[in-house]
């Protein structure tokens, strides 16, 4: 039961990976998005190699009070990150044969960037980020 986390960018995209239990997430990649074809192929054959089950997309909104569900408001339609985001899920869904769900991604670069440095860790920190917002969703599965 892996689950694959995204940490969606224009130019950078971090991918994580959980346990198969589905307990703990891991960092994985940092993905180039060179391209819709590109990106879509390479997910799709993680999916294939790994045995993913779930894909979990962090979006920049915020969870509805007690709710398992994203909440998008018109403001947030208005936001061209949010835009782009969701129109990689929907590519993407046409792209796999796996659930893909949406999960609230607010502050986790920021985390992820405290992290790395806490940790001396050099490069990007999309992978981290990915961490992070997969852990989030599982958390809530617990």
Known sequence: MAMLGI???????????SDD????????????????????????QLCDEQGITTIVVGVP???SSGSST????????????????????EQLKTAVAVPVVMEDERLSTQMANRLRRDSDRKGSDDDVAAMLILQNYLDKLQ
């Open 7 to 17: 940490d969606y960018g224009a130019k950078k995209i971090g991918l994580a990976k």
């Open 21 to 44: 239990a589905g307990i703990m997430a891991m960092p994985l990649e940092v993905l180039r998005n060179t391209g819709e074809a590109a990106v879509q192929q390479h997910i799709k």
């Open 61 to 63: 909104v915020s969870l």
């Open 70 to 89: 994203i909440n998008i408001r018109d403001v947030d339609l208005q936001n061209k990150q949010m835009q782009e985001v969701l129109a990689f899920i």
